[in-house]
């Protein structure tokens, strides 16, 4: 029997602490066949070493004790070379950005025959065993640009952090379809009430690639694929209501989580592409837009947190990078990042 295939794209920085347990819990989902290429965008705390090193066997790793499923063990050595391995590492040298990455991802599964569907997955999540395969085979022979699954976060493990993507046309501010409801109690969403599919968790077909073309780049961080939902032209958007990941959120780059508000950092890149993406779908709200600005850096400076209010602001106006940011992210991926 051929098993259905799935293409995925691991996006990596810095995510030495979290990405064993994705590749992991991946690699081992039964009933599929994977190609699964990580992307690594030049970071500096080992990760393209670990990944490597963990592949050949030679670095032992358990799944986290507090995986929130019960995961199947994964024989390893995980080859890493030839067109059938499952798994491959491309280091892009430089971080481009998200869209960068994910562009180079796909531009390399999109040769490999066969594959008509590309996953687009979080370093930061775990996977059920069932989730794989149920994107793989969800809906075949139905056309579509983007599906989604549901996204529950790692802890609480039963509450829900995204079953789609609203978009406020207004103000170009984002919400979270079903956020924080029971996993276990809410019924997955309609399709027809989702804007977008979350780039932490989000299934591109063949058809829209070849048709809207690669992420856009100039983000850097953010509405990539908001942007890439408004380019679908007629192809719909689809949900998968079995495939389900655990997201543990903002490792890498500070977003907001339950127990924590945004970095600066997230906030400058965040509202910065908020504001372009207004600016390229929707210039007539433009108005709009800047008044909400406004109104949550005031929120922001109200609560006690001046840092991120002068983020805000800065990205909202499109300015130069902060000096935080560009201290962050070193001088070559800063000249990317202001484009």
């Given amino acids: 029997m051929?098993?259905?295939?799935?293409?995925?794209?691991?996006?990596?920085?810095?995510?030495?602490?979290?990405?064993?347990?994705?590749?992991?819990?991946?690699?081992?989902?039964?009933?599929?066949?994977?190609?699964?290429?990580?992307?690594?965008?030049?970071?500096?705390?080992?990760?393209?070493?670990?990944v490597r090193d963990w592949a050949s066997g030679r670095v032992p790793h358990r799944p986290a004790p507090d995986l929130p499923f019960d995961a199947p063990p994964l024989?390893?050595?995980?080859?890493?070379?030839?067109?059938?391995?499952?798994?491959?590492?491309?280091?892009?040298?430089?971080?481009?950005?998200?869209?960068?990455?994910?562009?180079?991802?796909?531009?390399?599964?999109?040769?490999?025959?066969?594959?008509?569907?590309?996953?687009?997955?979080?370093?930061?999540?775990?996977v059920p065993p069932a989730t794989p395969r149920a994107f793989a085979t969800h809906d075949e022979g139905k056309p579509f640009a983007l599906m989604g699954g549901r996204v529950t976060y790692y802890e609480p493990a039963d509450m829900i952090q995204m079953d789609g993507g609203t978009l406020d046309r207004r103000t170009g501010v984002t919400g979270n379809l079903n956020l924080g409801a029971s996993f276990a109690t809410t019924p997955p969403p309609d399709p027809s009430r989702i804007d977008f599919i979350s780039g932490a968790n989000m299934v591109v077909s063949r058809a829209h690639y070849e048709t809207a073309g690669p992420m856009a780049e100039d983000y850097f961080l953010y509405y990539e694929e908001i942007d890439w939902s408004m380019r679908r032209g007629a192809l719909p958007l689809a949900f998968c209501p079995t495939a389900?990941?655990?997201?543990?959120?903002?490792?890498?780059?500070?977003?907001?989580?339950?127990?924590?508000?945004?970095?600066?950092?997230?906030?400058?890149?965040?509202?910065?592409?908020?504001?372009?993406?207004?600016?390229?779908?929707?210039?007539?709200?433009?108005?709009?837009?800047?008044?909400?600005?406004?109104?949550?850096?005031?929120?922001?400076?109200?609560?006690?947190?001046?840092?991120?209010?002068?983020?805000?602001?800065?990205?909202?106006?499109?300015?130069?990078?902060?000096?935080?940011?560009?201290?962050?992210?070193?001088?070559?991926?800063?000249?990317?990042?202001?484009?």
């Fill in 75 to 126: 024989p390893r050595p995980v080859a890493m070379e030839g067109p059938e391995a499952p798994l491959h590492l491309i280091e892009a040298g430089v971080n481009g950005g998200y869209g960068a990455g994910v562009n180079i991802g796909l531009s390399y599964l999109s040769g490999i025959d066969g594959l008509d569907r590309f996953w687009i997955l979080n370093p930061d999540a775990v």
């Fill in 2 to 50: 051929t098993l259905p295939a799935l293409g995925v794209v691991i996006v990596s920085f810095n995510s030495s602490d979290v990405i064993l347990d994705c590749l992991g819990t991946l690699l081992a989902a039964p009933g599929v066949r994977l190609h699964v290429v990580v992307v690594d965008n030049a970071s500096t705390d080992g990760t393209p070493a670990l």
């Fill in 244 to 339: 389900r990941i655990h997201h543990r959120a903002g490792t890498a780059i500070g977003s907001p989580t339950l127990a924590r508000i945004a970095s600066p950092f997230s906030i400058y890149f965040l509202h910065r592409a908020r504001m372009r993406f207004m600016r390229r779908f929707h210039p007539e709200a433009l108005p709009t837009a800047w008044a909400y600005s406004l109104a949550k850096a005031a929120q922001l400076l109200a609560r006690g947190y001046p840092a991120q209010a002068r983020a805000l602001i800065a990205g909202a106006r499109d300015a130069a990078l902060p000096r935080a940011v560009r201290d962050r992210l070193g001088p070559e991926a800063s000249r990317r990042a202001a484009r």
